[in-house]
């Protein structure tokens, strides 16, 4: 299986700040990365697939990047809102694997 | 609204078990593949189950295949998870998860519920 590293596990911020999360995957997954947002008691959305493609409604100031193995979520202007958890995701091979989360705190 | 509501989670003891169900609105349910995704306490997210759109072709993580199985009912925009020989370990919040795509496997989850939690004790 394709094991996804996170990085930092957690992160503290400000509003307006940028945060940038890292996802190293275990073998070369071309640009076959999704990127997900989890608020408690809410259910989880999609931010980004194919590395770099913002889901319809997703704000701008999301922003994602690389290919291969490291990959990149920015997260410019940091809001209050963006305070959650996020994931990374591969669907190159299955299983379908996901990253173990980096959690963000304003 | 497009919305998935999950129920049937709950206490089982060990060997026991369980039928979750979701409940899909607001969308063509059976255009789209479906999964079933999971989060243990403490740990990340794990993918169990899918099923194609119009089924029957499924597929299953190793950890649960012989012993979960997932299905559809279209004509009720119902996707089932039943669970069986539950062990300690399938304790975790359970995700019903609509995928989109294109050419196979390279599938994201566009639309997650809210989950139901089962705790296996």
């Known amino acids: 299986d394709i094991q996804l590293t996170q990085s930092p596990s957690s992160v503290s911020a400000s509003v307006g700040d940028r945060v940038t999360i890292t996802c190293r995957a275990t073998?070369?997954?071309?640009?076959?990365l999704a990127w997900y947002q989890h608020s408690p008691g809410k259910a989880p959305k999609l931010l980004l697939y194919s590395t770099s493609f913002l889901q319809s409604g997703v704000p701008s100031r999301f922003s994602g990047s690389g290919s291969g193995t490291d990959f990149t979520l920015t997260i410019s202007n940091l809001q209050p809102e963006d305070s959650a958890t996020y994931f990374c995701q591969q669907s190159h091979i299955l299983p379908w694997t996901f990253g173990h989360g980096t959690t963000v705190e304003i | 609204q497009e919305q998935l509501v999950e129920s049937g989670g709950g206490v089982v003891q060990p060997g026991r078990s369980l039928r979750l169900s979701c409940e899909a609105s607001?969308?063509?349910?059976?255009?789209?593949?479906m999964f079933w995704v999971r989060q243990a306490p403490g740990k990340g997210l794990e993918w169990l189950a899918v099923i194609w759109s119009g089924g029957p072709n499924v597929d299953y993580a190793d950890s649960v295949r012989g012993r979960f199985t997932i299905s559809r009912d279209d004509s009720k925009n119902t996707l089932v998870l039943q669970m069986n020989n539950l062990r300690g370990d399938d304790t975790a919040m359970y995700y019903c998860?609509?995928?989109?795509?294109?050419?196979?496997?390279?599938?994201?989850?566009?639309?997650w519920g809210r989950g139901t939690l089962v705790k296996v004790s």
């Open positions: 998860v609509r995928g989109m795509g294109g050419s196979w496997p390279h599938w994201y989850f566009d639309l």
């Open positions: 607001g969308f063509i349910f059976s255009n789209y593949g």
């Open positions: 073998h070369g997954i071309s640009n076959w």
